[in-house]
């Protein structure tokens, strides 16, 4: 059992799949994530359906967000879910493309970061209905560092909602 003080950074992660048994794979991701001694599960979003972005010759993806207190740095924070991804089989063999397990570091904190291998808030969050609509449902504020208005107002721009679709009301972390 992981314990992270209340003094830990809160974390939002994206999680998607569409490769493959989706739900199992987002469940394991969690339970990766939630098993890591410096990583707590806080609140975890509905499951959506989604059609795929980017790279459309490939089935819909099931995505969800996770809020997760740490006492990790972000690239720390990161390592954990690329091993994560390892760990399930993930390979980037096309841009955008199908994928077992893929986890996103939306926001770190109030940080802002532009690293080689790390920006937050996760740079194209904001033109993506299938990340905001999940996020949303798990934020209690809806402020986000370094932005002008609130996410809402960034989905409410945003064409493309009408392909997120409630799956399920939300993974387990038991």
């Given at each position: 059992?992981?314990?992270?003080?209340?003094?830990?950074?809160?974390?939002?992660?994206?999680?998607?799949?569409?490769?493959g048994d989706?739900?199992?794979?987002l469940?394991?991701?969690?339970?990766?994530?939630?098993?890591?001694?410096?990583?707590?599960?806080?609140?975890?979003?509905?499951?959506?359906?989604?059609?795929?972005?980017?790279?459309?010759?490939?089935?819909?993806?099931?995505?969800?967000?996770?809020?997760?207190?740490?006492?990790?740095?972000?690239?720390?924070?990161?390592?954990?879910?690329?091993?994560?991804?390892?760990?399930?089989?993930?390979?980037?063999?096309?841009r955008?493309?199908?994928?077992?397990?893929?986890?996103?570091?939306?926001?770190?904190?109030?940080?802002?970061?532009?690293?080689?291998?790390?920006?937050?808030?996760?740079?194209?969050?904001?033109?993506?209905?299938?990340?905001?609509?999940?996020?949303?449902?798990?934020?209690?504020?809806?402020?986000?560092?370094?932005?002008?208005?609130?996410?809402?107002?960034?989905?409410?721009?945003?064409?493309?909602?009408?392909?997120?679709?409630?799956?399920?009301?939300?993974?387990?972390?038991?």
């Amino acid at each position: 059992m992981n314990v992270v003080a209340n003094s830990g950074v809160l974390a939002f992660i994206a999680l998607g799949s569409n490769m493959g048994d989706r739900e199992k794979h987002l469940q394991s991701a969690l339970q990766m994530l939630g098993e890591h001694p410096r990583i707590q599960v806080l609140r975890l979003s509905s499951i959506y359906e989604t059609e795929p972005v980017g790279y459309l010759d490939q089935p819909a993806f099931l995505n969800a967000v996770a809020a997760v207190r740490t006492d990790m740095k972000a690239g720390e924070l990161l390592g954990a879910m690329l091993d994560a991804e390892l760990k399930l089989g993930r390979t980037r063999d096309i841009r955008f493309g199908p994928r077992t397990i893929d986890l996103d570091l939306l926001l770190f904190g109030s940080e802002v970061l532009t690293e080689p291998e790390l920006i937050v808030p996760h740079p194209r969050m904001l033109e993506r209905a299938f990340v905001l609509v999940p996020l949303l449902d798990v934020l209690e504020e809806a402020a986000v560092p370094g932005l002008e208005e609130p996410l809402s107002a960034y989905l409410d721009g945003l064409e493309g909602k009408e392909g997120v679709t409630r799956w399920n009301t939300g993974l387990t972390n038991n």
